[in-house]
């Protein structure tokens, strides 16, 4: 069951001075606690204002009203007016799982997870080293506790690379969990209430073949997001000059919301934005999209790597 603390948000906003209008920002899988939220702080005296437009991190907040509370992801960039992070706790029990595939599990582990299960890191943790399982957790570059993973950060996984036979990812989805064994190379063990090895070896197929098809394209546009913290205009720049150097006819593009209404003239794409849009959505492009990592393995034989904002 997901659960926020209202009480403690209500706390942090109360500890700010002169705060009357409160705006509220989810992303789609947490709107109705968005919600619900909300009618607890409108009770409470404030005028509340729900943000509409997507959400897909704490990469682009929504900077209204007088303090913006900002539902399940952990603070990546300074904003203009306060923030209030609203912690959504899944309190789902990892260890009977755990429990039921201990054998399967390798003796030197790190763990990795998102924002909403870090309250049972450390529980996952203590278990495994009572059954001798030694674990280990890393910090990336854009997160707030070890062991956190984010679509665009995944080095909590990279960095203990060296010291782990395999990785266990704590949580559902598949995101997360292929992008840290692209990135380390090691198995990651997805566990929820199922326990399965991750497949990436599909999503790289898919990859290369995309790159192949981009590398026999002409005209590649370079897309820039306005979102603060997905902006990317150093490797956008350096991408450009990149490809012109190679033949390629190049155009710069930068939109808020990245789709493929938006972009036209090209038969080719290069998100230098978040990584999850070239990933996720690359069936819904008529052209190929490709990461800014993927740019080089048009032309040089290298290993592929994920993408990653650091």
Known sequence: MLIINEQSVLDCIT???????????????????ALELSTFLENAGY?????????YGACDLEEFGDLLVHVGHTEIYSAKIPVVYAEVIDDFDFIPTLEENLNKIPARVGLLTTAQH?????????????????????????????????????????????????FL????????????????????FRVYDTFEIVDFEKLLRKRHALIFEASRRST?????????????????????????????NTFLFVCNEIRPEVLYGCDAYVICACPRIALDDAALYDAPV???TEVPLMFEEREYTMDMII
């Open 290 to 292: 490709l990461t800014c």
């Open 220 to 248: 590649f546009g370079i897309v820039i997001s306005t979102r603060k913290g997905q902006n990317r205009m150093s490797e956008a720049l350096a991408i450009k000059s990149y490809l012109r150097e190679r033949g390629k």
């Open 169 to 188: 990812y704590l949580g559902t989805g598949d995101f997360h969990p292929l992008g840290a064994a692209i990135a380390t190379g090691k198995p990651v």
């Open 47 to 55: 005028t509340v204002f729900i943000s509409a437009a997507p959400c």
């Open 118 to 166: 870090k309250l049972e890191l450390e529980r996952v943790q203590r278990y495994l080293n009572t059954n001798r399982i030694e674990t280990h957790t890393g910090l990336g570059s854009r997160t707030e506790f070890e062991g956190q993973i984010l679509g665009c950060d995944l080095m909590a996984a990279v960095s203990v690379l060296e010291a782990v036979d395999a």
């Open 15 to 33: 500890a700010c001075s002169e705060v009357k209008n409160i705006a509220v920002q989810a992303p789609a899988g947490l709107r109705k606690k």
